[in-house]
T-cell receptor, first 113, second 116 residues
Framework: TQLLEQSPQFLSIQEGENLTVYCNSS?????LQWYRQEPGEGPVLLVT???GGEVKKLKRLTFQFGDARKDSSLHITAAQPGDTGLYLC?????????????WGLGTSLAVNP | GAGVSQSPRYKVAKRGQDVALRCDPI?????LFWYQQALGQGPEFLTY????????KSGLPSDRFFAERPEGSVSTLKIQRTQQEDSAVYLC??????????????FGQGTRLTVV
C-alpha cells in the first residue's frame, strides 16, 4: 500500500506557466521532504516541512504542509525548462526517530521552451 | 570525494548470477542508506548503517540481498542468484549525522541493474 500519493503523475507545460503538484496521505507524518530527481541521477533534497500549516519558499518554488500534516503541495511560479524532472515527496512513517523514508511515486514534470 | 560515488553505473547480469554494488559515501558521513528504485517508482528503503553497524535491514526483500560496511565507510550491496524482479536502480545515500529524518541525505547517481 502506497502511503504517499502524488498527483498528477505526469505534467507537461510551457515555459512561464505556473503549476502545483500534490502529495497526499491518509496518515499523519511528522515531516515531509520534497526531492527533485533528474534522469540518471539520485534525488536531491529541496526542502523539509515540519510544522502543520508551514509554508517555505525556495526562489520560485513554494512548499506547503497541510494543517493536519497529511498532505503537502509544491507550487512553481513561472516554470523554466530547468525545472524539468521528477518531483518526489517522502516522509518518515510513524512518530519519533525513524530512519526510513516512505516515498511517493513522483510527479514527472516537463517544461517546454 | 565531493559526492556519493556508486559503481558500476550500469550492470547487466544473467539470471542466477551474483552481483556486488559499491557505494563510496561522502568522507566522514556517519549514516549510509541503500534504496531500490524500480522504473517509474519512488525509491524504497532497503537498509541503513550507522558507521559499520547495520541498524536496520528490514527493507531487504529476501535473504539473497546482503549489505555490509565493514570499516564504516565504503559499503557493498550484494545480490545472490539474481532474478528478473531485481532489475532496478540501486541508490546509495549518506548523511553526516545519525540518520534521522531531519538530516539531509546526499544520494549517489545509482547503479542500474538489469537482469536478463
Amino acid at each position: 500500500t502506497q502511503l504517499l500519493e502524488q498527483s498528477p503523475q505526469f505534467l507537461s507545460i510551457q515555459e512561464g506557466e505556473n503549476l502545483t503538484v500534490y502529495c497526499n496521505s491518509s496518515s499523519v507524518f511528522s515531516s515531509l521532504q520534497w526531492y527533485r530527481q533528474e534522469p540518471g541521477e539520485g534525488p536531491v533534497l529541496l526542502v523539509t516541512v515540519v510544522t502543520g500549516g508551514e509554508v517555505k519558499k525556495l526562489k520560485r518554488l513554494t512548499f506547503q504542509f497541510g494543517d493536519a500534516r497529511k498532505d503537502s503541495s509544491l507550487h512553481i511560479t513561472a516554470a523554466q525548462p530547468g525545472d524539468t524532472g521528477l518531483y518526489l515527496c517522502a516522509g518518515p512513517p510513524g512518530a519519533g526517530n525513524n530512519r526510513k523514508l516512505i516515498w511517493g511515486l513522483g510527479t514527472s514534470l516537463a517544461v517546454n521552451p | 570525494g565531493a559526492g556519493v560515488s556508486q559503481s558500476p553505473r550500469y550492470k547487466v547480469a544473467k539470471r542466477g548470477q551474483d552481483v556486488a554494488l559499491r557505494c563510496d559515501p561522502i568522507s566522514g558521513h556517519v549514516s549510509l542508506f541503500w534504496y531500490q528504485q524500480a522504473l517509474g517508482q519512488g525509491p524504497e528503503f532497503l537498509t541503513y548503517f550507522q558507521n559499520e553497524a547495520q541498524l536496520d535491514k528490514s527493507g531487504l526483500p529476501s535473504d539473497r540481498f546482503f549489505a555490509e560496511r565493514p570499516e564504516g565507510s565504503v559499503s557493498t550491496l550484494k545480490i545472490q542468484r539474481t532474478q528478473q524482479e531485481d532489475s532496478a536502480v540501486y541508490l546509495c545515500a549518506s548523511s553526516l549525522k545519525v540518520g534521522n529524518w531531519d538530516t539531509e541525505a546526499f544520494f549517489g547517481q545509482g547503479t542500474r541493474l538489469t537482469v536478463v
